[in-house]
């Protein structure tokens, strides 16, 4: 099997533009700009797990080289049957790299880096709703703890037989909305509710909306464009939160977007989590035309897209969950709800990797 010429000359572009911004982040001018430096820093962090793949394929291939090249000088019988042995070896590794180079030099999502904000809403199904929105909650923070994530909540609306009707929370990690983005969308659970007499399994649903984290440069905010309202705390927190006005809700004028932080006893932290989560909100209107041109082109839209759609069931009878953008059913449905939801993850990964290789190939 020969080696792609056209993908070494790729891959050693790529390296000298590797080791161009290499130098360029020691160079003191782009240390003090700030927006530069942060734009190169991100890029010499995107390119290096392909320029360490690209140096084991260069390394391959010097290798395929050589066996070659003994074949055709040595004479003694052992060491050839040898180095035909390794070079069929070597040359089986080819395929399985070379897909590996590709799904790496297709485009990212430049947010695939950024962190999260997850909102999860209990749904149609009423206190079953909300306690399923609980039980997600706790799912994706057993998988954050996993992943080394921090996860700060900023809202919380609890519901009446427990669960919440609506909770959000910011995730900060490595990579967080790349991971967490294939969570958008509606989920279901089928069992039977904890108020159900008869024992018939009911449905309910829950939606997950995972946004990436603006950062302050993404987007401008004119303070004069917010309203700002301070309240009692109702949550949980003790007397101290719900005795004081520490409590915001903030409100951008221009787009109705209003958010709400009562999570911290100090009113300035409860300001800094709110202006975090308005700025998202904000970003997030242009982002979504972006989804949704991504999705107008793909069939499965693994990732992407409406975020009313229904993604995912969780049946608790059969123990099973089915992710239906990939029609992917698994039967370990208490594994899952305890945080080992990496495994599903791969797979909406993968699918949607092969559909971007087939678009890049037509």
């Not at 066996?67 to 590794?93: G, H, I, P, V």
């Not at 946004?211 to 007397?239: H, M, N």
């Not at 004081?244 to 009562?262: D, F, K």
Request: charged share 30%.
């Amino acid at each position: 099997m020969a080696i792609n010429s056209s993908l070494l000359e790729k891959l050693e572009a790529i390296r000298l533009r590797f080791e161009e911004i290499g130098t360029q982040i020691t160079d003191p001018a782009v240390i003090s700009d700030t927006k530069k430096y942060i734009k190169l820093n991100k890029e010499y962090k995107d390119l290096e797990d392909l320029v360490a793949v690209s140096k084991e394929y260069r390394n391959l291939y010097d290798n395929i080289q050589s066996t070659k090249q003994l074949l055709k000088e040595e004479s003694d019988e052992e060491m050839r049957e040898m180095a035909r042995e390794e070079l069929e070896q070597m040359e089986e590794q080819l395929p399985a790299m070379e897909e590996q180079i590709k799904v790496l030099l297709l485009p990212s999502d430049p947010q695939d880096r950024k962190n999260a904000v997850v909102e999860i809403r209990g749904g149609t199904g009423g206190d079953e709703a909300a306690i399923f929105a609980g039980d997600l909650y706790r799912m994706y923070i057993k998988f954050c703890e996993r992943k080394g994530w921090k996860v700060d909540v900023t809202h919380v609306s609890e519901g009446t037989s427990g669960g919440y009707k609506e909770v959000v929370f910011n995730v900060t990690g490595n990579g967080v909305y790349g991971i967490l983005k294939y969570e958008s969308g509606v989920h279901r659970v089928q069992r039977v509710p904890q108020t159900e007499t008869q024992g018939r399994v009911h449905t309910s649903a829950a939606s997950v909306a995972v946004l990436p984290e603006a950062e302050e440069f993404d987007v401008q905010i004119r303070q004069e464009d917010i309203r700002k309202d301070t309240y009692c705390s109702s949550g949980p927190g003790g007397q101290s939160v719900n005795t004081t006005y520490s409590a915001i809700r903030l409100t951008h004028i221009p787009t109705g977007i209003v958010v709400t932080c009562q999570d911290q006893k100090s009113q300035l932290k409860n300001l800094d989590k709110a202006m975090i989560e308005l700025r998202t909100r904000i970003y997030n209107l242009e982002y979504q035309k972006y989804l949704d041109e991504i999705a107008s082109k793909r069939k499965t839209m693994v990732s992407t897209g409406d975020r009313s759609a229904k993604i995912r069931t969780y049946n608790y009878p059969q123990g099973r969950v089915t992710d239906h953008r990939i029609n992917y059913t698994i039967y370990n449905l208490p594994a899952v709800l305890d945080g080992d939801v990496q495994g599903l993850i791969d797979k909406l990964q993968m699918e949607e990797n092969a559909e971007r290789l087939k678009e890049s190939e037509m």
